[in-house]
C-alpha cells in the first residue's frame, strides 16, 4: 500500500464519517437530556428526501437544506411529542419515527417524481461541491503534510468542514456553559433541576430540537454532498451505527470524532478493498462491506468496555406536586 492509497483511503473515511459524526453528535445532545433516540435513522432519511427533492425542484442547495432541517426538526418534535408531553417509551416512539420516515419517503418520492422512490439527479447548484482551501496547491509540495492538507484536509464540501466544527463547538457548549450543565444535568437528575426552579420540558425539548438539527444536516450531507440526489433507504443503517459510536464514546464529542471516523475507515476499507486475499485465503466481498456493521455489534454486545447512560435517560419524568 503507498503513501497515495492511503491518503485515498483517509480521504474516503473523512466523507464516509461526516453523516455518522452529526447523527452521533445529534444522539448525544438528545440522551444527555435524558431523551434515548433510536430514531436518528428516519430523521437523516427523511432529511435526505427532502433536502434532494427541494434541491431538484428549486435548483438551490441552500433551500433544499433548509428543507431537510425543517423535516427532521418534525420529526424530532413528533418524538418529544410522545416522550416528552405524553410521557410515552421513548424507545418505541423511535422505532415508530423510522418506519414512518421509512414509508413517507417512498411515497412522497413516488407521486412527486415517479422514478421508483427516487429524486432526479442533482447537478450544480442544487447541489454541495467541493471546496479547495486556500494555499492548497502551494502547500502540495511540502513532503508529506502537503498532501494530507491537499488531499485529505481539502476539497470537501462545506458539511464535512461543519461536521468537524461541531465536534469542539459540542463539547464547549455541554461542559464549559451553564446551558450545557443544566442539561446534562438533566440527563442525570431531573429531579433537582426542576427544584431549582428550571423548567425540565423545555431543556429537553430544546436538546430534542438540536438533535432534529443535526439530523438534518447529516441526511442532507447524505442526498447533497456524498451523494446527487436521494434513493431509497439510502441512509443505509447509518443511524444505528451512530447509536453504537455514541455508546463507544460513552457520551462524549471528542470521542465520538474517534469512533466515527474508526468507522468511516472500515467503511472506506470495505469499499476500497472488495476482494483480499489473508494467508492464502480470499475475504468474501459481503465481510469487508459489513465491518462497519460488525463493529455495531460488537460494541453493542459490551464488548469494548462498560458505558454506563445518564442515569435519568429513557425514563419520562413527572413533576411532583
Known sequence: MDYQVILQILDSTLRLATPLLLACLAGLFSERAGIFDIGLE???LIAAF???AIAATTGSVWIGLFAGISASVALA???GLASITFRGDQLISGVAINFLAAGLT???SEDWFQQGGRTPQLAGAARFNPIDLPFADTFSVVPILGPIYKEVISGH???VYAALLAVPLTWYVLFRTRFGLRLRAVGENPGAVDTAGISVTRLRYTAVVICGILCGL???YLATG???GFVKEMSAGRGFIALAALIFAKWRPWQALGATLLFGLLDALGTRYQNIEVIGFNVPVQFMQALPYILTVVILAGFVGKA???RAGGAPYVKER
Do not use: D, E, Q, W
Open 50 to 52: 427532502f433536502s434532494a
Open 226 to 228: 456524498f451523494a446527487a
Open 308 to 310: 454506563i447512560p445518564p
Open 42 to 44: 428516519g430523521k437523516m
Open 157 to 159: 464540501t462545506i458539511l
Open 106 to 108: 417512498v411515497l412522497i
Open 77 to 79: 418534535m413528533l418524538h
Open 218 to 220: 447529516a441526511g442532507a
